[in-house]
């Protein structure tokens, strides 16, 4: 039997992620994570974010993470779990509010990066107008506790639904804000540091962010300081649909990663 990784053609995963728009969604799980106090600090104590070459090198690497975790064999998924799990276990941050030393790999931290990345992929393909029903998002919730488990996470606390998704979100807003010591999200898409090789992308880099911010929820642009209104939500849902049906005029041979291509051979097949 072919392996097809932890998802595979029968799954509502294969579908969406291999969709150009969800980039935003991408965007937008970097602010949800940003917003819980000890997974930034996590982040701002051990990454070199002001060094433009290592702040590009951690962006790479996270980015084919998420392609072997998509689209990887088993054996592929389970190297990369390993050496993820291995990083986080070895790192520590400090928390200035309590006092406390921690691991990056605890398990609030660590669940609440899952929580924001499903809930970004959901919502921005379902406002962008990726064709899902209720029973599609649910099956993508649940798919992605294996995902969970992949960086160390007992699936069994990953929601398995979108109504588990929410009620979670929910339940952890009171411990969310920004913290003080990190450079806002939107002011650093203005000096993005970039390759040389990729300059010519800098001036589209602070409309992408924006886009991202548009998407959050109400309350999470509060946090950041932004204006919350229904008319930016209008916005970013028309944004999205505009952009997602431009993309779809692109042939799907240049639209499409090569991972995506197979996994929509396979899909369709």
């Known amino acids: 039997m072919k392996d097809h990784g932890l998802f595979g053609p029968e799954s509502v995963t294969w579908r969406v992620m291999g969709e150009p728009i969800l980039l935003v969604g991408g965007f937008r799980a970097l602010l949800m994570q940003g917003l819980h106090p000890r997974a930034m600090r996590g982040v701002l104590q051990n990454s070199a974010l002001m060094d433009p070459h290592e702040s590009w090198s951690r962006f790479m690497r996270t980015t084919e993470f998420v392609r072997v975790r998509t689209y990887g064999?088993?054996?592929?998924?389970?190297?990369a779990g390993r050496r993820v799990r291995k990083i986080h276990a070895r790192l520590r941050a400090h928390d200035?509010?309590?006092?406390?030393?921690?691991?990056?790999?605890?398990?609030?931290?660590?669940l609440w990066v899952h929580v924001g990345e499903v809930d970004s992929y959901l919502s921005v393909a379902r406002r962008a107008g990726v064709r899902l029903s209720d029973a599609d998002a649910d099956g993508f919730v649940r798919e992605w506790r294996r995902a969970a488990e992949v960086v160390g996470l007992n699936p069994r606390d990953a929601p398995g639904s979108v109504a588990e998704l929410r009620a979670y979100i929910e339940a952890r807003r009171p411990e969310l804000r920004f913290v003080p010591e990190a450079a806002h999200p939107l002011v650093r898409s203005l000096n993005a540091p970039?390759?040389?090789?990729?300059?010519?992308?800098?001036?589209v880099l602070p409309a992408l962010t924006l886009?991202?911010?548009?998407?959050?929820?109400?309350?999470?642009r509060r946090l950041y300081g932004l204006p919350a209104t229904p008319v930016g939500d209008l916005w970013a849902t028309a944004t999205l649909r505009t952009l997602h049906a431009g993309l779809g005029l692109v042939p799907a041979q240049v639209r499409y990663g090569s991972d995506a291509q197979r996994a929509r051979r396979l899909t369709v097949a």
């Open 96 to 110: 200035p509010d309590t006092g406390e030393d921690y691991r990056l790999d605890e398990p609030g931290a660590l």
């Open 194 to 203: 970039l390759p040389l090789r990729l300059a010519p992308l800098r001036p």
């Open 211 to 220: 886009l991202a911010f548009a998407t959050l929820p109400r309350w999470a």
């Open 73 to 79: 064999t088993l054996p592929e998924v389970e190297r």
